[in-house]
């Protein structure tokens, strides 16, 4: 069992910066995939960002390529996304994600434990 709980949401500017973590429990999150997801208010929860344990590759939507990264800090059990550039468009409830299993990354349902998630909204 994984337990998952997000910090670092909250409110900025456009153009402004934030780094948001997901502080894991219960299992060392270093064998584990490590994912983000965004949901906006009335949509489906999409793929932001993941850091697969096997390969250590980190992947990310086209739409945040070069303005986020994900990084694991194994020592920590913690997980970041650090946001640069942000835009009103970023505005969304930010989902932490794990699963055991490496493999896909890309949709909700490839990974098992989830956080309660937290607010990041970007102001125009």
């Known amino acids: 069992q994984v337990h998952l709980v997000e910090s670092g949401g909250g409110m900025v500017q456009a153009g402004g910066s934030l780094r948001i973590s997901c502080a894991a429990s219960?299992?060392?999150?270093?064998?584990?995939?490590m994912g983000w997801f965004g949901q906006a208010h009335g949509k489906l929860r999409e793929f932001v960002a993941a850091t697969r344990w096997t390969g250590g590759g980190n992947y990310y939507a086209n739409s945040v390529k070069g303005r986020f990264t994900i990084s694991k800090d194994n020592a920590k059990n913690t997980v970041y996304l650090q946001m640069i550039s942000l835009h009103p468009e970023d505005t969304a409830f930010y989902y932490c994600?794990?699963?055991?299993?490496?493999?896909?990354?890309?949709?909700?349902?490839?990974?098992?434990?989830w956080g309660q998630g937290t607010q990041v909204t970007v102001s125009s």
């Open positions: 994600a794990a699963d055991p299993d490496s493999g896909y990354y890309n949709r909700p349902s490839d990974f098992f434990y």
């Open positions: 219960g299992r060392h999150i270093s064998r584990y995939d």
